[in-house]
């Protein structure tokens, strides 16, 4: 009943958007989700294949409704 993880996928998902938004801080928006996907697990409240599975599903998310890059902005 906890497959996939929801926790694992709001956590992958905000991570990826933050990334979107604010490349300069990609290495702690990773951490803060990895970690907040293992204490699901640390907690017994999930087991890996949960976390993974809900992780690529906040990730897909993610991508799907990311704005398109606009290169004008960039000076392109």
Known sequence: ??????????????????????????????????????QRINSLSHFLSDICIGAAIGIAGALVFAPAPNHADRGQ
């Open 1 to 38: 009943m906890s497959f996939p993880s929801g926790h694992a996928a709001v956590a992958a998902g905000l991570a990826v958007s933050l990334c979107w938004f604010y490349p300069r801080g990609r290495s702690v928006f990773i951490a803060l989700a990895i970690l907040a996907s293992f």
